[in-house]
C-alpha cells in the first residue's frame, strides 16, 4: 500500500472550540475555563459563533514538495481543498452529503468507509455546538495538567468524543492563551501541529504559520498563510463532487478487454505492459494508491523524477519520486500519459529484473476488473457497461485508502473489516489486532517477509477457517507480524489484509465505481496449495545464485544446518542454475513430506554437504 496524504480541514479547529459557555469556571484546572480564556484573547465568543465560512489560501510543502493551496469552507460539512506542487495537483472536498477526492491523475472518489463517516458526524456535531451543552452525552473535555510545546508552557485541554476513538490535545500558551500546539491521535496516526505568526484578521487573531508531522509516518507538512477571509460568498459549485470522472483509456474494441492472460509466479500477478513499442512485466497492485516505475527503466524512456514523497508499505516507509508515463498498452488497451511514482531500484525487488514497474490504482480503478485465478486470466470492462450475471456474492466494500474494505472472520471469533489486496502474495493480521487478541504468541513458523522499505518478522500460522462473503475456506495460513512496524499493518481500524494465497480460491470482482467487491469460487475453491515444507527463505547473490536469507527455527532447514549467508551450488548433484533461477529452487521445496535433497553449500568460502528432508510445517 502506499499513501500520499492524510487530509485535515482546517478551519474546523475554530468551529469546534468556537461555542463555549460564557459560565464556563476559569480556574487552572478546568478545561472550559482555560478554553474560554483562549476565545476571549483572540477575539471573543461572539464573533467566533458568526464564522459560518472561510477561506485561506498560501504556501505549502510537503515532505519534498513546494506548492500551493486554496481551501473554502462552510457550514454545514462543506469544504474545498486544493493543493498544486507542479509535478502533481490534487483536490479534496465535501458537499455536506458525502466526501470526495480527485487524486493526480484526475480519477474521483468518494469517501464512505466506516472511518470517514464517523468523522463527518463528530465534525456535524461540532458544528451545531453539541459539545456546548455540559450535559452532552457525545462530547468530554478534560484538564491534562501542565506541559511544555515549542518550549513554551502550556495548560493541556483533551477533546474526546463517543462517535470514535480520536481525541485532540490543545496545548494553550499559559502567559497569552494562543493555542500554540495541537495534537490529534487516530487510532493509525497521530498529527502534530504547531502554530505560530498570529495576525488579527477582521478582529480575529489566527496564526497564519503551520507546522505538522504525522506520525509514525515521518510525513511532514508545512503551511504560510497568505490570505485568510471570514464569512465569504462560495460558489456552491465549488463544493460538488465532480461528475465528469476520468476517461484516460480507450478499448482497442471499444468495449471491454476479456481474457488477457497474467503469469501467477508465487502468489503475484503479473501482466505484460507496453511502451514506446517495448514490452515489459509489471506487477498487478490494486494496493498501490499510485503505480510505480523503476527509476532506471524510467530514465531509459527519457523520463526525470521530480520531487520527493514518502510512501509506506506493510511495515516501512520509503522514498518516491514523480515521472509522468508515456502513453502505455495492456493487451487491449490505451492509456493516455499519466502520473505515476518512480522508485530507485524496484525491478532488484522483484525475481526477475524484466519486471519494470507496477500497475496500480490509477490503472484497476477505471474498471469493473474479472481476476480468474484458476484460468490465469484478466478481464477489464467498462464500468457503465458492465452488468454482474453471476452466482457469486456481491460485497459491499467500501474504499479507504484507495483499498476495498471487506468484513471477513477467521475461526468465527476475529471478526472485523480487512483490506483486500492482490499485491500481497498471502493473508496477515495488522498488529495491533494480533497483539489485542494475544496472537503474537501463536505456535507457528517464523518467517521474513519485505516491502520496498525493507525486511520485517512475521509468524505463519495455520487457522481452522477463513470466512468471506459467506465463503469458507478452511485452514489457511495467515501471517502475524511480530514487529510493530511504520506501515499499514499498525492499523487498528483495519484487522488485516487478504492476499492472493486466499483469493485465489475464488473469482474475484473488483468494482471500483460501486464500491464493490463480487467473490465466486474458482475452480480451484477446494485446492490445496502447496507450501514450503523447508524453513529456508532463498534469494539471490548479485551474481544470481540462489543464497539463503533467512532459516526459521525449528524447521528442516535447520535441522539440517543451513546458516544465512550459505550460497547453494548444487542440489542432488545438479548446479542450482539449472532448474530454471531461483523460483525454481524455491519450488523443489514444495514437494511432499519426506523427499531428500543432498545440497552443497559454500560457507566462508568452503564446501559444505547438507541433507534436508521436507516437512509438513503446519500439521
Not at 461540532?126 to 473535555?141: A, G, Q, R
Not at 476488473?369 to 466494500?397: M, Q, V, W
Request: with cysteine; aromatic share 12%.
Amino acid at each position: 500500500m502506499i499513501s500520499i496524504k492524510r487530509v485535515i480541514t482546517r478551519l474546523i479547529l475554530v468551529f469546534m472550540l468556537s461555542a463555549l459557555t460564557c459560565h464556563a469556571a476559569e480556574s487552572l484546572t478546568d478545561p472550559r475555563g482555560i478554553l474560554l480564556k483562549h476565545y476571549e484573547v483572540i477575539g471573543g465568543l461572539e464573533k467566533l459563533k458568526k464564522i459560518k465560512s472561510g477561506y485561506i489560501e498560501g504556501a505549502i510543502t510537503f515532505d519534498g514538495l513546494n506548492g500551493t493551496f486554496r481551501q473554502w469552507e462552510e457550514i454545514p460539512l462543506k469544504y474545498r481543498l486544493e493543493e498544486d506542487y507542479g509535478v502533481i495537483k490534487q483536490i479534496f472536498g465535501d458537499d455536506g452529503r458525502q466526501s470526495w477526492t480527485v487524486d493526480p491523475n484526475g480519477k474521483v472518489q468518494i469517501q464512505r468507509d466506516d472511518d470517514t463517516l464517523k468523522r463527518r458526524r463528530v465534525k456535524a456535531l461540532l458544528e451545531v455546538f453539541d459539545h456546548v451543552d455540559d450535559d452532552s452525552k457525545n462530547f468530554i473535555l478534560t484538564y491534562e495538567g501542565d506541559k511544555k510545546a515549542g518550549g513554551i508552557d502550556c495548560h493541556v485541554v483533551k477533546m474526546a468524543n463517543i462517535i470514535n476513538e480520536d481525541s485532540t490535545f490543545f496545548f494553550f500558551n499559559k502567559e497569552n492563551s494562543y493555542l500554540v500546539k495541537a495534537i490529534i491521535k487516530q487510532p493509525d496516526v497521530e498529527i502534530h501541529t504547531l502554530f505560530s505568526d498570529y495576525r488579527e484578521i477582521d478582529g480575529v487573531i489566527h496564526p497564519f504559520h503551520e507546522e505538522t508531522e504525522i506520525l509514525p509516518r515521518e510525513k511532514k507538512e508545512t503551511l504560510q498563510l497568505t490570505k485568510y477571509d471570514f464569512n465569504i460568498r462560495a460558489d456552491q459549485a465549488l463544493f460538488s463532487i465532480p461528475q465528469n470522472d476520468v476517461e484516460d483509456f480507450a478499448f482497442s474494441n471499444g468495449e471491454n478487454s476479456e481474457n488477457v492472460p497474467f503469469t501467477f509466479i508465487e502468489n503475484s500477478i503479473y501482466i505484460p505492459v507496453t511502451i514506446n513499442s517495448e514490452t515489459r512485466f509489471w506487477l498487478f497492485d490494486n494496493g498501490a494508491s499510485m503505480s510505480i516505475i523503476d527509476a532506471e527503466y524510467g530514465l531509459s524512456l527519457g523520463l526525470k523524477p521530480e520531487g520527493e514523497i514518502k510512501g509506506f508499505g506493510i511495515a516501512s516507509l520509503f522514498d518516491f519520486s514523480f515521472v509522468t508515463l508515456p502513453s502505455y498498452q495492456v493487451s487491449g488497451i490505451k492509456f493516455n500519459p499519466q502520473k505515476v511514482f518512480s522508485y530507485k531500484g524496484l525491478s532488484d525487488r522483484f525475481y526477475d529484473s524484466d519486471i519494470v514497474g507496477i500497475l496500480g490504482h490509477d490503472f484497476v480503478s477505471r474498471f469493473v476488473t474479472k481476476i480468474d485465478y484458476a484460468a490465469r486470466t484478466l478481464s477489464f470492462y467498462h464500468p457503465d457497461k458492465f452488468k454482474y450475471a453471476g452466482e457469486g456474492r456481491i460485497i459491499d466494500a467500501p474504499l479507504r485508502n484507495k483499498i476495498f474494505s471487506i468484513p471477513a472472520a477467521v475461526d468465527g471469533k476475529y471478526t472485523g473489516k480487512w483490506t483486500l489486496d492482490l499485491g500481497a502474495f498471502d493473508v496477515s493480521f495488522h498488529y495491533p489486532y494480533a497483539d489485542e487478541n494475544n496472537l503474537l504468541n501463536l505456535r507457528g513458523v517464523d518467517r521474513l517477509s519485505a516491502d520496498l522499505g525493507g525486511q520485517h518478522r512475521e509468524r505463519t500460522a495455520q487457522f481452522k477457517s477463513f470466512e468471506v462473503g459467506g465463503f469458507k475456506v478452511l485452514y489457511p495460513l495467515i501471517n502475524i507480524p511480530l514487529d510493530k512496524g511504520k506501515g499499514s499493518n499498525i492499523s487498528k481500524e483495519i484487522i488485516g489484509n487478504i492476499g492472493n494465497s486466499l483469493l485465489r480460491h475464488f473469482t474475484v470482482y473488483l468494482d471500483y465505481k460501486r464500491q464493490q467487491v463480487i467473490l465466486g469460487k474458482g475452480k480451484d475453491f477446494e485446492t490445496k496449495f502447496p507450501a514450503d515444507k523447508s524453513g529456508l527463505l532463498i534469494g539471490s547473490t548479485d551474481e544470481g545464485l540462489p543464497e539463503i536469507v533467512f532459516v526459521a527455527p525449528g524447521t528442516p532447514a535447520d535441522k539440517a544446518g543451513f546458516m544465512n549467508g550459505d550460497i547453494i551450488r548444487r542440489i542432488n548433484g545438479t548446479d542450482a542454475g539449472s532448474f530454471g533461477g531461483i523460483i525454481g529452487v524455491r519450488n523443489l521445496f514444495l514437494e511432499e513430506s519426506g523427499k531428500e535433497y543432498s545440497i552443497e553449500v559454500i560457507r566462508a568460502g568452503s564446501k559444505q554437504e547438507l541433507k534436508l528432508v521436507l516437512e509438513d510445517l503446519f500439521q
